[in-house]
């Protein structure tokens, strides 16, 4: 099964495990090679990486490649040089333009990974602002859900500007005009607060694919309202 684990509670808990099942496999196998994408400039997992990925030239003694992750050009390299048995992907996806690229090359260039993400809860908080929710500069929402066939995928999408409209602290305020009026109600049902906070992570080991899915086209605010009520609701 592609997704192999996930959880979205306590990052350091989930990220000791990982990292403990790492060590012992790199014990075991001293060919056994560890790249971090997007790393460097927080290198938390430094013990175990053999290579780095990152877009600036950081002073490393670990091998160093400088690239940005949307241009398939440093994809090409690091599956020259490959495969590597384990991918650390950390809090990278949810910045950049298009993440799909990343998640279609990781398992070209690794047998197996580690993504860590934002929650969902987390991204529809009102946490730095009173009218943003969750980072200002995250573009992407995941979250991971149960297929039909009984897998798990991961789900990608957009923070699309529409989601500002809901005052989550405040759901019961009275719309603003008649572009607000026609989202209708301003809440999302699966939102927890609860499990908003920092100390959270969406974290998802996978093992040789990582199976996603995301809206393939532009969608009307009422439209991508709906997406974020119902692709979201499931799972965590």
Not at 155 to 169: A, D, E, G, R, T
């Amino acid at each position: 099964m592609p997704i192999t684990n996930y959880t979205d509670g306590d990052k350091e808990t989930f990220r000791t495990r990982m990292l403990e099942d790492v060590r012992r496999k790199k014990a075991e196998n001293p060919d056994y090679t560890v790249v971090d994408i997007g790393g460097r400039h927080n290198p938390w997992a430094d013990d175990v990486v053999d290579a780095y990925v990152d877009v600036f030239e950081f002073e490393t003694d670990k091998r160093l490649y400088v690239g940005d992750v949307n241009d398939e050009e440093i994809w090409r390299k690091l599956e020259k040089d490959g495969p590597f048995d384990f991918a650390i992907c950390s809090h990278v996806l949810e910045d950049i333009p298009y993440p799909m690229t990343g998640l279609r090359w990781l398992p070209r260039i690794s047998k197996a990974g580690f993504l860590g993400l934002p929650v969902k809860h987390r991204e529809v908080a009102n946490s730095k602002t009173l009218y943003w929710l969750g980072q200002p500069q995250h573009s992407w929402i995941y979250g991971v859900r149960a297929t039909e066939q009984g897998n798990s995928e991961l789900v990608v999408v957009p923070k699309w500007h529409s989601i500002h409209y809901f005052n989550l602290q405040m759901p019961d305020q009275v719309p603003l005009g008649e572009e607000d009026a026609n989202l209708g109600p301003r809440t999302l049902g699966w939102f927890d607060k609860s499990k908003s906070g920092y100390d959270l992570e969406l974290g998802v080991i996978w093992e040789q694919d990582i199976p996603f899915w995301t809206p393939g086209y532009t969608m009307l605010p009422a439209d991508q309202i709906e997406i974020f009520r119902t692709a979201l609701a499931e799972g965590v």
